[in-house]
């Protein structure tokens, strides 16, 4: 049984919702937490891209209804220094959080409150797959069950491939009944996205808010690229 408790989720990653930002090669994913209510998410990501050595990172902060950034919810930077043997990057996150404190206070963002993880994924497939999947795990907390199918989308061939997506969402309250959800944006098509899968879900401490973590994967220099992005549902 997955013991729900606040941790960091390390992951390469990369974000989307109308949330779509690339850079660099193997990005890590950084969960900064919710509001008090629940309907507000920051997270940010961090890496070194490949091509210039150089550190980046990004904020976002999302509008969980709307599952898009709030205004000016959509920060980066990128160091003009390149990284020494041993950096990851996280560098550049440290500075970015620095000079973006008031971003987390105007929507009282609390680090502490961060995603109780409900379900992750071990799997290390590196088979692109587009078929979807349909995953179940429980919230054994608030006595709530869920079905996620992930449904893709994929359009064209090599450089024209394009690809899109949306998950089903079905919760089981703990009396037994049930409420069924869309979640996703499928009328936008991403460019030279292989494959989706789901990597994780979190609920906000305060529930009502679940977020899922979504692996993206993109052809690169032997073998592909790993992106996340994160699709967010006020329950």
Do not use: C
């Not at 049984?1 to 994913?29: E, H, P």
């Amino acid at each position: 049984m997955l013991q729900r408790k606040s941790f960091y989720f390390v992951i390469t990653a990369l974000i989307f919702g109308g949330l779509y930002l690339w850079a660099g090669d193997n990005a890590s994913f950084v969960d900064l937490g919710f509001s008090p209510d629940g309907k507000v998410y920051m997270f940010a990501q961090y890496g070194v891209d490949s091509r210039t050595l150089r550190p980046w990172a990004e904020l976002g902060v999302i509008d969980v209804p709307r599952n898009n950034f709030v205004p000016g919810g959509r920060v980066s930077y990128t160091y003009t220094d390149v990284v020494v043997t041993g950096q990851d990057g996280s560098g550049a996150l440290f500075r970015l959080i620095t000079q973006n404190s008031a971003l987390a206070d105007r929507y009282a963002i609390t680090f502490l409150h961060h995603g109780q993880p409900l379900y992750i994924s071990l799997e290390t497939s590196s088979s692109p797959g587009d078929g979807g999947e349909t995953v179940e795990f429980r919230d054994f907390q608030a006595g709530a069950s869920y079905k996620a199918s992930l449904i893709p989308t994929l359009e064209g061939y090599g450089t024209n491939l394009k690809s899109s997506f949306y998950i089903n969402v079905e919760k089981t309250a703990k009396d037994g009944s049930k409420r069924s959800y869309v979640v996703g944006t499928p009328q936008i098509k991403r460019p030279l996205i292989t494959s989706y899968r789901i990597r994780k879900a979190m609920i906000a401490p305060q529930e009502g808010s679940l977020i899922f973590v979504i692996e993206m994967k993109k052809p690169g220099d032997g073998g592909f690229d790993l992106r996340y992005m994160v699709e967010a549902l006020k329950l």
